[in-house]
Nanobody, 128 residues
Framework: VQLQASGGGLVQPGGSLRLSCAASGVSLDYYDYAWFRQVPGKEREGVSCLSRADLSTDYADSVQGRFTISRNSAKNTIYLQMNDLKPEDTAVYYC??????????????????????RGKGTQVTVSS
């Protein structure tokens, strides 16, 4: 099973990026998935989560209203649309998947143990 994030880059404050996470070896229809970000020296932050049960979504307060998580089942890919980016959004972003149908209740806990698969990250830098 592999999850590969892409789409990161350098963007000016106020700009947008769309991250993609392509899954291979597993059908995302059977998992809940989340996006995380991490800055060196800081704990991992759960950014957003999508539940397969009802396609409900959850967002960290810091990104609410600016980021949108979605999926394309046909492409076995999840996305994170990031708008109105701020310098504090600078981080390595990565995607993760869990068989736990309650994953979205736990993903924001930096010490959660429900993540089954985690992909390599993609760097997002917001700077003028």
């Amino acid at each position: 099973v592999q999850l590969q994030a892409s789409g990161g880059g350098l963007v000016q404050p106020g700009g947008s990026l769309r991250l993609s996470c392509a899954a291979s070896g597993v059908s995302l229809d059977y998992y809940d998935y989340a996006w995380f970000r991490q800055v060196p020296g800081k704990e991992r932050e759960g950014v957003s989560c999508l539940s397969r049960a009802d396609l409900s979504t959850d967002y960290a307060d810091s990104v609410q209203g600016r980021f949108t998580i979605s999926r394309n089942s046909a492409k076995n890919t999840i996305y994170l649309q990031m708008n109105d980016l701020k310098p504090e959004d600078t981080a390595v972003y990565y995607c993760a998947a869990s068989r736990n149908s309650l994953y979205c209740r736990y993903y924001r806990d930096p010490h959660e143990t429900h993540t089954d698969y985690r992909g390599k990250g993609t760097q997002v830098t917001v700077s003028s």
